[in-house]
């Protein structure tokens, strides 16, 4: 089954593999990254901790912003 694109707005965990997932942070998606095929592979991400750049499969989507 597809998956929606990350979008500008939505909120997602960002994963990480040292913590259990009740541990990740929450981040916002402020600018996405879709390679030539239209497909979102990166996204910059900001956190209570700064502003990250990620890949888009280490995230889960929270709360779309539509």
Excluded: Q
């Amino acid at each position: 089954m597809p998956t929606r694109n990350l979008r500008t707005g939505d909120l997602v965990l960002v994963s990480d593999e040292h913590s259990n997932c009740g541990c990740w942070p929450k981040a916002l998606v402020e600018e996405t990254y879709p390679d030539s095929d239209g497909i979102v592979r990166r996204v910059l991400v900001r956190t209570t901790h700064g502003r990250f750049l990620r890949d888009a499969g280490k995230l889960c989507l929270l709360k779309a912003n539509d």
